[in-house]
C-alpha cells in the first residue's frame, strides 16, 4: 500500500506559478498528476517512470515540468504560465508497475494509489 500526499495548491493569478509536491511512503514504478475541474471528468496531466520517461498532455506542454527524486519518493508538479483553464483540484497517483511512456496517454485506471488532491485556483 504506497500512501500518497500532495501539497502546495493555492489561487494564483494568470500568468503566475505554482509548485505541487507529492510525498510518497514508499518507491512505485510510475507516478503522475491529475486533475479534475468542475463539471468535467478526470484528466492526466504528467506522469513520470523510475527511469524518468515524462510524458505531459498537449495542454501542458511547455508550461509544467513533472520531477522526481526516487531517493525520497517525492514528486513535483512545476507549473508556469498558468491560465484559468488550469484551475482544478490536483491529484497525485502512484502505479506498481511502469506505466508511464512518453507516448501514451494517462489513463486514470493504470494507477493504483491515489492523494486526497490539492487545490488549484487560477483567477484575476
Known amino acids: 500500500q504506497v500512501h500518497l500526499a500532495e501539497s502546495g495548491g493555492g489561487s494564483v493569478q494568470p500568468g503566475g506559478s505554482l509548485r505541487l509536491s507529492c510525498a510518497a511512503s514508499q518507491g512505485s514504478g510510475s507516478m503522475a498528476w491529475f486533475r479534475r475541474a468542475p463539471g468535467k471528468e478526470r484528466e492526466g496531466v504528467a506522469c513520470v517512470d523510475q527511469t524518468h520517461y515524462e510524458y505531459y498532455v498537449d495542454s501542458v506542454k511547455g508550461r509544467f515540468t513533472v520531477i522526481r527524486l526516487n531517493a525520497n519518493y517525492i514528486m513535483y508538479l512545476q507549473m508556469n504560465l498558468l491560465k484559468s483553464e488550469d484551475t482544478a483540484m490536483y491529484y497525485c497517483?502512484?502505479?506498481?508497475?511502469?506505466?508511464?511512456?512518453?507516448?501514451?496517454?494517462?489513463?486514470?485506471?493504470?494507477?493504483?494509489?491515489w492523494g486526497q488532491g490539492t487545490q488549484v485556483t487560477v483567477t484575476s
Open positions: 497517483a502512484a502505479a506498481a508497475d511502469r506505466v508511464c511512456q512518453p507516448w501514451k496517454k494517462l489513463e486514470d485506471t493504470d494507477y493504483n494509489y
